[in-house]
């Protein structure tokens, strides 16, 4: 890290930097799958349901989506304009995707084919059943594949996807493989494919909630790693309408850096 960042748990325990917090949850190998297990028996014992996922804050879903769509239909305007002329079909995965809130509400409007990606078993079941249930108008799309895994260890299919949705799940990741997720979901890219992430932001450093195994990143530590990603930002976006008792949300649209710009800043 090149900036400053230090943060703090709920206990009150100071960390002077994320290599000092990395440090002190590393398994004995040097791992960090008791961090991630913490995680997923977090949500394993959470309602399956949007006021479940939401943290008791349900009534959050509809100002979430809003502004998402509007994210979105700006980003992704060519693409989504092909598909209305039936010129192109187009597929998304929803990571950390929980009982399937993002692509009930929001992604099978837009895409025709949205895969889903959630390491808790009984929130993905729950999300397959809710979304094989009929609605009236159809949607344009329906769910494709079901991965019960986690973002630190999926392997993205090459080419499938034209936008990768990864909404209020890197804070559970270690600063390394918010890194390597990056790199891996690039290759999952079409050409012209974009990676949307929405995710809690705090004020400054970062916030540990040993509850759920999770770390609240301020938007410069966010910024800073996805720099070491290799990802360019496109867009960086305060949620609007946020009730203020909750962490800050921002939503990023990221675009993976072509070889020769990457080249280029690594000389600057």
């Not at 950390?96 to 009930?104: C, F, I, K, Q, S």
């Not at 986690?150 to 209020?168: K, N, S, V």
């Not at 675009?255 to 080249?263: A, D, G, T």
Request: net charge negative; aromatic share 10%.
């Amino acid at each position: 890290m090149t900036t400053n960042l230090t943060g703090h748990d709920g206990d009150g325990r100071e960390f002077a930097s994320p290599d000092e917090l990395w440090a002190v949850e590393a398994d004995a190998d040097g791992g960090h799958n008791t961090w991630y297990q913490k995680a997923v028996s977090y949500w394993d014992q959470q309602e399956p349901s949007y006021n479940g996922v939401l943290g008791g804050f349900g009534y959050t879903s509809d100002l979430d989506v809003r502004d998402s769509r509007a994210l979105l239909l700006k980003s992704m305007r060519v693409q989504l304009e092909a598909a209305d002329k039936g010129m192109r079909t187009l597929t998304a995965l929803d990571c950390g995707a929980g009982v399937g809130r993002v692509t009930e509400q929001l992604l099978r409007h837009h895409f025709h084919i949205v895969d889903l990606l959630e390491p808790s078993k009984h929130l993905l079941e729950t999300a397959a059943k809710n979304l094989s249930a009929r609605t009236v108008p159809q949607p344009r799309g329906k769910a494709g594949n079901f991965y019960c895994a986690g973002l630190q260890e999926h392997t993205f299919e090459p080419g499938r996807y034209d936008a990768i949705w990864i909404q209020w799940c890197l804070l559970y990741l270690t600063d390394a493989d918010f890194v390597s997720l990056f790199e891996r979901a690039a290759k999952g890219l079409k050409p012209d494919g974009l990676i949307f992430v929405k995710e809690n932001i705090c004020k400054e450093g970062f916030v540990v909630d040993k509850e759920d195994s999770s770390l609240t990143r301020s938007n410069t530590y966010m910024l800073e790693l996805i720099q070491r990603a290799g990802v360019q930002v496109l867009y960086n976006v305060k949620q609007r309408n946020w009730p203020k008792e909750l962490f800050e949300v921002r939503m990023y649209v990221l675009k993976p850096r072509q070889p020769q710009q990457q080249v280029q800043e690594n000389q600057k």
